[in-house]
């Protein structure tokens, strides 16, 4: 079936989630295609090709094309480095938890953020 093909492609082409590496689009991705190849769940998925257009403008950045951001937009008045600071964040990824972190999951017997 064309859209299993379409939907591993995607999942190939997807970029790895550096902030949740546990539940990647990838994955789903791929359980998707082989949920499309089992007969009996294909009806239950609503249209497979109208998720892979979705996916295929979500890679392009189809939006972001048609929509592009302004300076003022990306720098509020309030606090000008406000995106700057928080797209640093998110590329660093995750920080290792803190010595209060790990002391509380020790104890709560839970695992640390």
């Known amino acids: 079936m064309a ?8 999942a190939e082409l997807w970029p ?9 689009l990838r994955t789903v991705l791929a359980e998707q295609a082989s949920n499309l190849e089992n007969k009996s769940l294909t009806s239950k ?8 257009e979705a996916i295929e403008e979500l890679l ?11 300076s003022r937009l990306m720098e ?6 406000y995106y700057k ?14 010595m209060w972190q790990k002391v509380r999951a020790f104890v ?3 695992p640390a953020a």
């Open 45 to 52: 998925l609503p249209r497979p090709e109208s998720q892979v």
């Open 85 to 98: 600071e928080l797209e640093e964040q998110l590329t660093e990824g995750p920080s290792p938890p803190s």
């Open 108 to 110: 709560t017997n839970t």
């Open 76 to 81: 509020p008045k309030g606090k000008p480095t």
């Open 3 to 10: 859209s299993t093909k379409r939907f591993l492609k995607l």
């Open 16 to 24: 790895e989630d550096a902030l949740n590496r546990s539940l990647n």
């Open 60 to 70: 392009e950045n189809k939006s972001k094309k048609m929509f592009p951001l302004t």
